[in-house]
């Protein structure tokens, strides 16, 4: 079986150009996860590299599959300058070791909470996984390998995230379209949910 990081770093490469930071984080019991930092004029792109090591299964399974399963990576975009977003890197890694450490399956839809705020003074301390497909295109792996997803991430307010669990990611997604929602703005204030 083929190593698919590699694999997963040459796409992210494609995508996004040649890394111009990365760092690394290991929680015990787990594999380790980077996350490397891409820089696009004044938009900076977080992305984690090492969830797709092994696949997510179903936390109630009896056995995890070490084959076949869902298999993603982390990409969050920020505009840059604007705030400490550099400290996000551990919250990532969190993110994207949840699924070792606590067998969810992270997908489309799905919110993140790390508890804290993302980055130094953020009023974030969640995402919203969206859709894969857009930025990054889908890995796909020699059978019978699930192909690899590149989720984008959208910061949420402790509000939002309230809003989203009664209403929905759609309902979340289409108020941020309405209002005409910077997502990338790292101190955006939260969307009117009136």
Known sequence: M???????????????GEPDARAAVTFLGTDRIEVLR????D??????LG??????????????????????????SVRAGLAETDK????????AASPQVEGVVVAPGASLDVGEPLWPGAP?????VAEPG????????DEPLDPVHFLPLLPMTPNEAAWKRVHGAQALQERWLTHGTDLRDPSRRSVPLD
């Open 2 to 16: 083929a190593d698919v990081l590699p694999l997963v770093e040459a796409r992210l490469r494609g995508a996004l």
């Open 38 to 41: 891409f820089t696009d004029g």
């Open 43 to 48: 938009v900076v792109r977080y992305a984690t």
């Open 51 to 76: 969830m797709s090591a092994q696949p997510m299964s179903d936390p109630t399974a009896m056995l995890a599959d070490p084959v076949k399963g869902p298999r993603a990576e982390l990409v969050l």
């Open 88 to 95: 996000v890197l551990r919250p990532l890694a969190v993110l």
């Open 124 to 128: 974030f301390t969640s995402v919203l």
């Open 134 to 141: 857009g930025l990054v295109e889908d890995l796909e792996l």
